[in-house]
Nanobody
């Protein structure tokens, strides 16, 4: 599967952005999906994940209550709505796909469980 992320850009602190990730192929509904990010000089970190039909979602503590992950299986697309952005949210955001999740309600926090990675989209939050 190929993943194409979009929607990044420059936003002021307190603002919002919505990232989108379009996936190729016909098996999208069989993949758990997620978002990771990597800030300059820092390690890559988990942001959010979502189960096959979107019934279960998981978030890093740092974004819980501000970010929302969702998916539209009819459009082969996963979204990340980011509200109340902070300067520490500045990073490259990567869309990821897990073709073999442990269960229909599973969304991993671990990068090694995701076989497919998009090219990343840059989010810059100015303070």
């Amino acid at each position: 599967v190929q993943l194409q992320a979009s929607g990044g850009g420059l936003v002021q602190a307190g603002g919002s952005l919505r990232l989108s990730c379009a996936a190729s192929g016909r098996a999208f509904s069989s993949y758990a999906m997620g978002w990771f990010r990597q800030a300059p000089g820092k390690e890559r970190e988990f942001v959010a994940s979502i189960s096959l039909r979107g019934t279960s979602t998981y978030y890093a503590d740092s974004v819980k209550g501000r970010f929302t992950i969702s998916r539209d299986n009819a459009k082969n697309t996963v979204y990340l709505q980011m509200n109340r952005l902070k300067s520490e949210d500045t990073a490259i955001y990567y869309c990821v796909a897990d073709p073999a999740p442990e269960s229909a309600t599973y969304g991993s926090r671990w990068s090694y469980e995701y076989d497919y990675w998009g090219q990343g989209t840059l989010v810059t939050v100015s303070s």
